[in-house]
């Protein structure tokens, strides 16, 4: 999920190019990430079905982490993901980094 993207640009080296697009092409790529079938752009999809997805699947499977010890049990309880921060839970890790 969200977290093992950050873990893709990271080893892509991406994180210049990532500092200078401005904030809102993240919620456009969140979004085609989400839906690719709904992106503007022709080669986007299969881009993103064919590459991106099964990609992090890999790191996923190869890399599996887990973040609680980095942050303090209240604030992960505060947002309602329990006491195990698992970044391979989709929507344990949207939540967190939508807490921010």
């Known amino acids: 999920g969200s977290f093992y993207i950050l873990v893709l640009a990271a080893g892509l080296e991406l994180r210049k190019t990532i500092a200078e697009v401005g904030g809102h092409i993240f919620a456009k790529v969140g979004q085609m990430l989400r839906q690719p079938e709904t ?3 022709t080669v986007t999809p299969t881009l993103i079905t064919g590459s991106i997805i099964p990609t992090i699947a890999w790191i996923r499977s190869r890399m599996p982490m887990s973040l609680e010890n980095l942050f303090c049990p209240s604030f992960i309880e505060c947002i ?3 006491e195990i921060l698992d970044c391979t839970n989709v929507s344990f890790t949207n939540n967190f980094f939508g807490a921010f």
């Open 80 to 82: 309602g993901i329990g």
């Open 39 to 41: 992106s503007s752009f």
